[in-house]
């Protein structure tokens, strides 16, 4: 009753078909994790856009601040409207 046979290792005996769940898991399991990679690694691209995109205009406001060309309510304002 337990045991190796022909079929798979196992209680059920006599359906052969029973051998090809555990292969069809496996291949829904890895495909999902597959999935699950591809758009880990998509919202990091879009993240890494999005930060590029605002950094430079936080720079310049920086920049401009440094240099005293704005003051400091005129920065922490703007600031606020950047972010």
Do not use: C, N
């Amino acid at each position: 009753m337990f045991g190796f046979t022909r079929h798979g290792y196992g209680l059920i005996q006599g359906m052969p078909w029973f051998g090809w769940i555990g292969p069809i898991f496996m291949i829904v399991f890895w495909a999902l994790i597959v999935t699950a990679v591809v758009f880990f690694i998509r919202y990091l691209i879009r993240e890494s856009r999005h930060s590029r995109r605002d950094a430079p205009s936080l720079e310049i406001l920086k920049t401009r601040y440094a240099k005293g060309e704005i003051s400091k309510e005129e920065f922490e304002d703007k600031k606020k409207d950047l972010a």
